[in-house]
């Protein structure tokens, strides 16, 4: 491991803006932890912050549009402050570089996906020779240095791998985030023995396809990894996300059945319902094939909770293609969606294609398919109502500090009524009434 400079203890402030998946949160934790190893603290006001960090997302158009709008806020802070130190990380720094540079003078770091284990030395770079820097290299190990969590967190995420090999022709995923790249089933189980320590109760691994984990030094799978970590002390529920269909096997379906603290829920993304749609994303399955995994799912965990991912307004879909997937989420009814006009991504094989769809009528089809959804997630959230859910309390309700807030096995919040010394440990509620994005509940026993 390579040695660094780090500021010295006291050194100041950091504000991180985080946009995008549970990858990038990941990534706003490590950068956080890295510096307050280097004596800086976290603030939530960025006007009393010494560097600000914008942690950025570029899968679609408009979260890097907002990207770009939240830089552009800053400027007048660096003009009042010229010691502020500002720092765009995450996919639209790896893919723009030092474009950013040239399109915000005031911008100190651009910093890559794979370089994030290095933003302590390059801080004390910028301090020291007083230049902006682009460093956006990709890297073998990403993740070598430890880092210590915030404290009061009982849910940690641990990346298991990241970069993706299936090159979706709508998805820029490999060319910010590389190709797969599996760490050690030993680091990996270090890191969450570390979570534990800290309090730990609830793990999420973390990657763009976790199904085609490999552990580079022995070969074990996915399925193979989770068995490991379910021996893990102190650790009692997994979760993971983000499943690819084509590669969500029979026998990680089967840990479903096997591993009670595997928790009820996959994030398991469809994006359309059309075959031809589905062929022209470079999915790699069909909707039947889909369609069966749902099913074996099911039999093997009945009370799982299953959420996707759809696209509308793919180039060359048509009101048919549109249909299908309508007729697909009929049939899973899915507990949640998370939905989106499709958008050209620069250096993907979609954006060479005639994107011949107009704005009016993705957000027609969005409207409607969003209206469907929301009608199958309060369908499913009202099959919970009477039931006892068991929920890891985590604090306060955002609109009733006199209630606790948690999440469901099947990853739903859950607000309820108990006791604040619950805060940390696994709570049965017995669900009272279902809201559209939400349960509410009182503690039982």
Same mark, same amino acid.
Request: proline share 4%.
């Given at each position: ?8 203890? &006291?050194?100041?402030?950091? +504000?991180?803006? %985080? ?13 956080? &932890? ?5 004596? !800086? ?13 914008? #942690? ?11 990207? +770009? ?48 284990? *290095? ?9 020291? #020779? ?12 990403? +993740? @070598?240095?430890? !880092?210590? *969590? ?14 993706? $090999? ?11 985030? &590389? ?14 023995? *570390? ?25 074990? %799978? ?19 996300? %983000? ?12 840990? +479903? ?51 996707? =991912? ?22 899973? @009814? ?21 994107? $011949? ?5 993705? =957000? ?17 959230? #009202?099959?919970?109502? #009477? &039931? ?31 006791? *604040?010394?619950? @805060? ?22």
């Amino acid at each position: 491991m390579a040695e660094h400079t780090d500021y010295t203890p &006291g050194a100041g402030s950091v +504000y991180i803006r %985080t946009f995008g998946c549970q990858m990038n949160e990941y990534d706003s934790q490590r950068m956080a &932890g890295l510096l307050r190893m280097s004596g !800086f603290k976290t603030v939530n006001d960025p006007e009393k912050a010494d560097i600000i960090i914008i #942690n950025t997302c570029s899968i679609r158009e408009k979260p890097e549009e907002k990207t +770009y709008s939240d830089i552009g806020k800053y400027r007048s802070l660096k003009e009042e402050k010229p010691e502020l130190i500002i720092v765009v990380s995450g996919c639209v720094a790896q893919q723009r570089g030092a474009e950013i540079i040239e399109r915000f003078g005031y911008v100190d770091l651009v910093l890559g996906t794979n370089q994030i284990n *290095r933003i302590d030395d390059l801080l004390s770079e910028i301090k020291r #020779n007083k230049r902006a820097i682009v460093q956006t290299d990709f890297c073998q190990n990403p +993740y @070598v240095r430890p !880092f210590p *969590r915030a404290r009061d967190q009982y849910s940690g995420y641990v990346t298991i791998m990241q970069g993706c $090999n299936n090159w979706c022709s709508y998805c820029i995923v490999p060319l910010v985030r &590389g190709g797969e790249l599996s760490r050690s089933s030993d680091e990996i189980l270090s890191e969450i023995h *570390r979570l534990t320590d800290e309090g730990v109760i609830e793990v999420t691994l973390l990657g763009q396809n976790v199904n085609s984990y490999r552990d580079p030094r022995d070969g074990i %799978t996915f399925s193979s990894l989770i068995d490991k970590v379910k021996r893990i002390e102190g650790i009692k529920r997994i979760r993971f996300t %983000t499943s690819h269909p084509k590669d969500l096997s029979d026998e990680l379906v089967d840990r +479903y059945r096997d591993i009670d603290i595997l928790c009820s829920h996959i994030h398991l993304p469809v994006q359309s319902g059309s075959n031809r749609i589905l062929s022209s994303m470079n999915r790699g399955y069909t909707r039947e094939q889909y369609l069966e995994k749902v099913r074996k799912l099911r039999c093997a965990r009945p009370d799982i909770s299953v959420t996707t =991912d759809i696209i509308v307004g793919f180039p060359g879909e048509t009101q048919d293609d549109f249909r299908q997937t309508l007729a697909l989420m009929e049939e899973v @009814v899915f507990d949640g969606a998370y939905s989106f006009k499709y958008s050209p991504r620069p250096g993907t094989r979609a954006a060479s294609l005639t994107d $011949n769809i107009s704005s009016y009528e993705k =957000d027609e089809r969005l409207q409607i398919l969003q209206d469907l959804q929301k009608k199958h997630t309060l369908a499913r959230n #009202n099959d919970a109502v #009477n &039931g006892i859910q068991e929920v890891l309390a985590v604090g306060s309700s955002a609109k009733d500090p006199l209630e606790i807030t948690g999440r469901s096995r099947q990853n739903k919040v859950v607000n309820f009524k108990g006791a *604040r010394e619950s @805060v940390g440990t696994l709570v049965p509620v017995k669900i009272i009434k279902a809201k559209n994005n939400s349960l509410w509940g009182e503690a039982v026993g």
